[in-house]
């Protein structure tokens, strides 16, 4: 029996882990911590605070409902991207991979919850509360300007 190649395996496996570490992130956070509760980990530089946020980065669009329709439309178009899509490269894998992730977890806590539930507090530079899921989504679309930045040449070089 030949070793089967599945296309796209990168992103697969890049929006799985993001996603389970983003879910058992949220589930220790919430079983662990009262709501609004910090505890540092770096006095003044970076503590856990469980906070909740039923907006988008920021806080931005609080109290949008069609914040979760438009995780649950990037989550599926992603899909549709790594199933019927061409073979894309590293980095792109990589990256849409990790969106997803992202999309799917904060896209569970808003179809689940209603909002979204934030820990990581960097307070040396009063950065707002974010979650694993949204360290997920940088790092994808990190990933992604790397891949447009590159020369045209170098992109067709898959």
Partial sequence: MSKRRY?????????????????LA???????????QSIPIVPGVFHFTYVTNTGAAFSLFSGSEWLKWLS???S???????LWGPR???WEQFGYGCIL??????????FVRG????F????????PVFNLADVSINIGMFCLILVALRSPSDRESR
């Fill in 26 to 36: 949220k589930i220790w956070v919430v079983q662990t911590f009262e709501l609004f």
């Fill in 72 to 74: 649950l439309l990037v």
């Fill in 120 to 127: 990581l507090d960097f307070r040396w530079i009063d950065f």
């Fill in 76 to 82: 599926l178009g992603l899909i549709a991207l790594a």
């Fill in 7 to 23: 296309k796209n395996a990168l992103f697969w496996i890049a929006a799985v882990v993001s996603t389970i570490a983003d879910r």
């Fill in 101 to 110: 992730g992202g999309a799917v977890g904060n896209g569970i806590d808003r």
């Fill in 115 to 118: 909002e979204v539930i934030d």
């Fill in 88 to 90: 894309i490269n590293f």
